[in-house]
């Protein structure tokens, strides 16, 4: 069945570091993946979006990465900042009618000063 | 540029009591989303507009729960009989469109319920 799933809970980094956040996915027939930072209190936050005719789409500071052979999807952020703490979701299209996302449980990134 | 705003931000109830929640998405959005947030867990969709149409109910998890979106803009989520495990942040999210348009989701701060 379709399901998104993150391979670390938690993630704690040094500032200044890079920060890479992984996420699997089941359904090889999702053609629309989405990242998403929430911070304590406050819904999700759109970071950076890949089609599946791409496998890899760069941002401010943060990169997707596309791997359609294995279905993996990675969120990397440079120079990672104590701003940068939350928790990040990776959620996919559920390919139905509706285009409603299928979301991972997230994974917790801390940025040690 | 105003995002989409959900009120009222928190809510106390008792359980049995009927709640209203409303979501105002992002002006020019046609597609609006409600998903539900339990304690440390991922997001669980519930219903989808795209503009006026009749949404599919099929994702609320119980005939308590039911939705309405009014002249295409303003959406209230209303929960009847409100029981523990209604206990969440009810999340609304709005695109510029929906369905197979992959257009990214935008979220709102959410409204955190909590059922006595």
């Known amino acids: 069945g379709e399901s998104v799933g993150l391979h670390l809970p938690t993630l704690s980094v040094q500032e200044g570091d890079n920060s890479i956040i992984n996420c699997a996915y089941s359904?090889?027939?999702?053609?629309?993946f989405i990242w998403y930072k929430q911070e304590s209190g406050k819904g999700p936050q759109f970071i950076i979006d890949?089609?599946?005719?791409?496998d890899k789409r760069q941002g401010q500071r943060v990169t997707v990465l596309l791997n359609k052979t294995v279905k993996h999807l990675s969120l990397q952020i440079a120079a990672t900042q104590p701003g940068d703490s939350a928790v990040y979701f990776c959620?996919?299209?559920?390919?139905?009618?509706?285009?409603?996302?299928?979301f991972g449980k997230g994974t917790k990134l801390s940025v040690k000063p | 540029g105003a995002g989409v705003s959900q009120s009222p931000s928190n809510k106390v109830t008792e359980k049995g009591k009927d709640v209203e929640l409303r979501c105002d998405p992002i002006?020019?959005?046609?597609?609006l989303y409600w998903y539900r947030q339990s304690l440390g867990q991922g997001l669980e969709f519930l219903i989808y507009?795209?503009?006026?149409?009749?949404?599919?109910k099929s994702g609320l998890p119980s005939d308590r729960f039911s939705a309405e979106r009014t002249g295409g803009s303003v959406s209230t989520l209303t929960i009847q009989r409100t029981q523990q495990e209604d206990s969440a942040v009810y999340l609304c999210?709005?695109?510029?469109?929906?369905?197979?348009?992959?257009?990214?989701?935008?979220f709102g701060d959410g409204t955190r319920l909590s059922i006595l």
């Open positions: 999210a709005s695109s510029l469109a929906g369905g197979h348009s992959n257009q990214p989701q935008h």
């Open positions: 002006s020019g959005h046609t597609a």
């Open positions: 959620a996919e299209n559920a390919g139905g009618s509706q285009g409603n996302l299928i």
């Open positions: 507009f795209q503009g006026n149409s009749a949404p599919d």
């Open positions: 890949i089609r599946s005719n791409m």
């Open positions: 359904n090889s027939a999702s053609d629309y």
